[in-house]
């Protein structure tokens, strides 16, 4: 049954794993690939909205360990090597450092690091020679966080920093490390943001005023973000690429570049203004 089951799959066909298939990115990453020859394994807790052809989705709770190892007998049954993992699920979160939850605090690292560090080493085996893992980050990643998207920022950063250290040591292994750095992208995440601002604001305690005035920052970041198929494109392109760079950079956001070449203490005396001033 193995066998037949293998025959079905087209050996000149180019596979790859992508988790977050059901989000915004991933599955409008997963159309561009399959519209210029690969076959998608996604990954996802949720289902996509549409059924397409040459993309296999198979539920996987990435803060899962069995579940993602689950996932990886199914794909291994079916082919013998993947051109790349890509790692686009993640969740967005708007608090305040000492109101979250311990709960709260634990699950954006379980989904936005744990996910990635458990797939990339679940599914490592079945990466071919000069395969490539490809790791969305964000453009808070390098940045010193704002205020309310501290716990956002840490688990990107951190993510960077994993994904650097994997860097050195799959190059032993003549496998590839990119990270993808994105700005504002028009998702169900920035969505996220949207609403996770109101909600903090209307639960915050310690924060109400001062959150109220983060909305208006954040709305004005936000202003200039890019549709997913940005993101596609570019997966597509470091897919192709030879020698691709460690991190691709997109959509920018030039006021948040500005502050941060600002000195920390002058930083943090704008933020505190901002949000200290009176309303008018």
Avoid at 41 to 63: C, N, S, V
Avoid at 206 to 215: D, E
């Amino acid at each position: 049954m193995h066998y037949i089951f293998t025959l079905l799959y087209n050996r000149n066909m180019k596979y790859v794993v992508l988790s977050g298939v059901s989000g915004g990115m991933g599955l409008t990453t997963a159309k561009k690939l399959i519209e210029n020859g690969y076959h998608v394994f996604g990954l996802d807790i949720k289902a996509p909205k549409e059924e397409i052809k040459d993309l296999t989705y198979i539920k996987t709770d990435l803060r899962d360990l069995k579940s993602i190892e689950t996932s990886y007998i199914e794909v291994s049954h079916k082919v013998k090597e993947i051109e790349a993992i890509i790692s686009m699920a993640g969740i967005y979160d708007v608090n305040s450092l000492v109101e979250m939850s311990e709960e709260a605090f634990i699950r954006i690292f379980d989904i936005n690091v744990f996910a990635i560090y458990r797939l990339n080493k679940i599914y490592l085996p079945l990466l071919k020679e000069r395969g490539k893992v490809i790791v969305v980050s964000s453009e808070l990643a390098p940045l010193d966080p704002l205020p309310f998207t501290g716990i956002y920022g840490i688990t990107k950063s951190t993510i960077e920093k994993y994904a650097y250290s994997l860097r050195m040591e799959l190059q032993l292994l003549n496998k590839q490390v990119i990270v993808i750095r994105p700005g504002a992208v028009n998702t169900t995440l920035l969505d996220d943001s949207t609403s996770g601002i109101k909600r903090f604001s209307g639960s915050t305690e310690l924060y109400k005023y001062n959150a109220n005035k983060f909305m208006d920052i954040t709305n004005k970041v936000e202003a200039r973000k890019i549709p997913p198929e940005k993101i596609a494109n570019l997966t597509y392109k470091i897919l192709k690429k030879k020698k691709p760079k460690y991190v691709y950079k997109i959509n920018r956001n030039k006021l948040l570049l500005l502050l941060n070449i600002l000195p920390d203490r002058l930083q943090n005396w704008i933020i505190k203004k901002i949000l200290l001033s009176k309303k008018k």
